[in-house]
């Protein structure tokens, strides 16, 4: 019994060392923005049509680009809220 204790102990102060050893690592680092975790993948049918002119705006590309920019948004809008502390009501 004392061994397992012995090994466990062992593994929990590895594993505290590494997550210190990690965080230490990423002090400096930015944050990706959510645009990078929410739909901010390339649209592949962009790549395969002919470059457009100003005269030729593929209007249903702009509305599906629009519409991602808001739902990044509006993401960003409730992450930010969801950060900040919500103090209870009192009665």
């Known amino acids: 019994m004392n061994s397992l204790l012995f090994w466990v102990g062992i593994g929990a102060i590895i594993l505290i060392f590494a997550v210190g050893i990690e965080a230490y690592l990423r002090r400096n680092r930015p944050k990706r923005n959510l645009s990078e975790y929410f739909g901010a993948t390339e649209n592949e049918a962009t790549e395969t049509k002919p470059e457009l002119g100003t005269e030729e705006i593929d209007m249903d590309q702009f509305r599906a680009d629009m519409q991602m920019n808001r739902t990044i948004e509006d ?17």
């Open 75 to 91: 993401r960003n809008r409730y992450a930010q809220k969801g950060a900040a502390k919500i103090k209870p009501q009192s009665k």
